[in-house]
């Protein structure tokens, strides 16, 4: 069965400062990953994905996340944090060998943003 | 072309009520996801549907819920005789086949149990 550990249920940075969220999954193939982003009381929206090739992947809002293999990492990062980017992100995987699509996510990540 | 829409935004019943939840896929999409996020939680995958078809349940309860995705009309979420621990915020999802790999999320039903 798959796995997603999102490391900090609560991360504060500065604004203009780096963001580091961290997701590591448990899975027995690569499975397909995912970040999202989830404003409150709204839906969530997809930020960026990893399915296969380049293993740097950026989304949008100017976030990327780099997929490795070999640390089951998918962490994602900002070199600037916005006030706007406070919010709660979800780390998230699929299954790449079954095609069962049903997403497995972290419990994840509320970013705080202070002036 | 309108998103994943979902209805009733919030709902309110007591214990013992039943609450039905709709989801609207996007158009075109013929495949839903429903999923449940209890409070401080990551979301919990349910069920997964095509248009008249129960694809995979097994993230759902045994007892007291169903869904189904009628040929026409939303996707519906049924829980019969509601209890607290139903409270949660509850998102459907839909994909297409142009984007197997992307999950269109709507703004959930946040249900609450008095």
């Known amino acids: 069965a798959q796995s997603v550990t999102q490391l900090g249920s609560h991360v504060s940075v500065s604004e203009g400062a780096l963001v580091l969220l961290r997701c590591n999954y448990s899975s027995s193939v690569p499975p397909y990953l995912f970040w999202y982003v989830q404003y409150p009381n709204q839906g969530l929206q997809l930020l960026l994905k990893y399915t296969t090739g380049a293993t740097l992947v950026k989304g949008i809002n100017g976030f990327e996340a780099e997929f490795k293999k070999s640390e089951t990492s998918f962490h994602l990062t900002k070199p600037s944090a916005h006030m706007s980017d406070a919010a709660e992100y979800f780390c998230?995987?699929?299954?790449?060998?079954?095609?069962?699509?049903?997403?497995?996510f972290g419990s994840g990540t509320r970013l705080q943003v202070q002036p | 072309n309108a998103g994943v829409m979902q209805n009733p935004r919030h709902l309110v019943r007591r214990r013992g009520q039943e609450a039905r939840l709709r989801c609207s896929p996007m158009?075109?999409?013929?495949?839903v996801y429903w999923y449940r996020q209890l409070p401080e939680e990551g979301l919990k995958f349910m069920v997964y549907l095509q248009k008249e078809n129960i694809i995979d349940e097994s993230g759902m309860p045994k007892e007291r819920f169903s869904a189904e995705f009628p040929k026409e009309g939303p996707s519906i979420l049924r829980i019969q005789q509601v209890v607290r621990g139903d409270s949660a915020a509850y998102f459907c999802?839909?994909?297409?086949?142009?984007?197997?790999?992307?999950?269109?999320f709507g703004p959930g039903t946040r249900l609450t149990v008095l």
């Open positions: 158009k075109g999409h013929s495949h």
């Open positions: 998230a995987v699929s299954d790449k060998d079954t095609g069962r699509r049903a997403l497995t």
């Open positions: 999802a839909s994909f297409g086949l142009a984007e197997v790999n992307e999950q269109f």
